[in-house]
């Protein structure tokens, strides 16, 4: 809105010239999405524990979570206002891809939200909404998201496949069908990552860094030409999105650092990972999220994995999945296991950034 209120004013003054500019916006969405969750969250922290809303009591968890018990959660609602707010302030509101992602937030937020208050209500079993309910939902809010990208004339449906700059699938309708798959799956990934303070979050971070400087170069004609990427008119407007989430990201993470003072609950990671492969499928980077998020995909492939050994052969694969029960009950500190996976994840965005040059 500020966007919209301020650029205009170029034509009188000079000076105003500068909104034009997308990095220039991306910077003050950055600050401010940081400055709100910033100063909001520590309001919150106190307001959830006035209305009890405390993460569930369990006794199935490595021996360190029962301290934790207690520990206000939906920080998510914070997140998603301090990605909101700076969006709508200095992005350009005509832009549809702007409106998708931030449905995509508010939808999957939706199903975090009511996941995360059926468990406050259940206090003693800390059961949410079941997963077949859950799953449904997704997968309808990701088909309404994969429907109003692909109805786009100028939608591609074409693949993009790292390192390989001449193979470039065609797949026709059958991309609604991944596109689901890429939201509903990132979605619940970042969800099982979200066990550790800061382990969600600081993945989020590298994937959305990543993804800010893709999104500005799918949006130019230019640069996505030279670099031989898919040029995606206005996907450039998305770089103010990720500048948003980054900021609002870093905020929570203040508070999320070991010992954690808030989590971000189902609201955060359920919205936090549909978004992230939302701006994916626009900016034609299905693929490079599995890389550069490949944190979530290793904990979801450890849950599968340990699901597939039990059910066949009985046994174990890990002491417990998602992978970090593993590492906490071989002994690790959290501290450590969730500096490892974030080296892990900003090594896996080095790679994803090398694959604009190795093609
Ligand atoms: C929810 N919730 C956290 C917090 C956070 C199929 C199965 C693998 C599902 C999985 C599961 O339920 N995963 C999703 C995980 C919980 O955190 C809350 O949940 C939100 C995220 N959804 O924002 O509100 C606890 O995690 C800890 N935490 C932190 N710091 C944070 O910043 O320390 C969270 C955020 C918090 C806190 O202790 O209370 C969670 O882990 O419960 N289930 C599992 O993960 C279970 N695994 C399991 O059963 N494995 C089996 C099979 C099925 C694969 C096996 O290995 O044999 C574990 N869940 C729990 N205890 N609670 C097992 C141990």
């Keep these: 809105m500020l966007y919209h209120l301020l650029y205009p004013l170029h ?10 500019y997308i990095t220039f916006r991306t910077v003050l969405a950055i600050l401010s999405a940081l400055i709100i969750s910033f100063f909001l969250t520590p309001y919150i922290i106190k307001k959830f524990h006035e209305w009890k809303i405390k993460s569930e009591k369990r006794e199935d968890v490595p021996e360190r979570h029962i301290e934790k018990q207690g520990t206000p959660t939906m920080g998510g609602f914070v997140i998603l206002v301090s990605t909101i707010i700076p969006t709508l302030l200095w992005s ?35 059961k949410g909404i079941t997963g077949r309910t859950k799953m449904v939902l997704q997968a309808l809010f990701a088909l309404i998201i994969c429907i109003v990208l692909y ?51 600081g993945p989020v971070l590298t994937v959305c860094s990543t993804f ?14 030279y670099l031989q990427i898919f040029y995606v008119k206005g996907a450039g407007e998305l770089t103010i999105l990720c500048g948003a989430i980054l900021g609002a990201g870093m905020g929570f ?57 039990f059910k066949w052969r009985g046994k174990r694969v890990f002491r417990m999945a998602p992978i970090h029960h593993h590492f906490e009950l071989k002994g690790w500190n959290e501290e450590k296991i ?8 900003i090594i896996l965005a080095l790679i994803a950034l090398s694959t604009l040059k190795l093609r």
């Design 11 to 20: 034509t009188t003054f000079s000076v105003f010239n500068v909104f034009r």
């Design 212 to 225: 800010m400087l893709f999104a500005y170069i799918a949006g130019n004609i230019k640069f996505a030409q």
């Design 338 to 345: 969730v500096v490892r996976f974030w080296i892990i994840s």
């Design 151 to 201: 109805m786009r004339s100028d939608f591609i449906t074409e693949l993009t496949v790292p390192f390989f700059k001449n193979i470039t699938p065609r797949l026709g309708v059958f991309y609604l069908l991944l596109g689901i798959f890429i939201i509903v799956g990132a979605s619940n990934g970042v969800n099982l990552t979200d066990g550790l303070d800061g382990l969600a979050i």
């Design 253 to 309: 993470l203040w508070y999320n650092a070991y010992p954690a003072e808030l989590f971000m609950g189902d609201t955060g990671s359920l919205s936090l990972g549909a978004s992230l492969a939302t701006i994916a499928v626009i900016i034609k980077q299905e693929i490079l999220l599995v890389i550069v998020g490949g944190i979530f995909v290793i904990e979801t492939m450890s849950v599968i994995i340990q699901v597939l050994s």
């Design 92 to 126: 350009d509101l005509r832009n549809i891809y702007i409106w998708v992602v931030t449905f995509s937030l508010l939808s999957f937020g939706c199903i975090g939200f009511m996941d995360d208050i059926k468990k406050l209500k259940s206090q003693r079993n800390g």
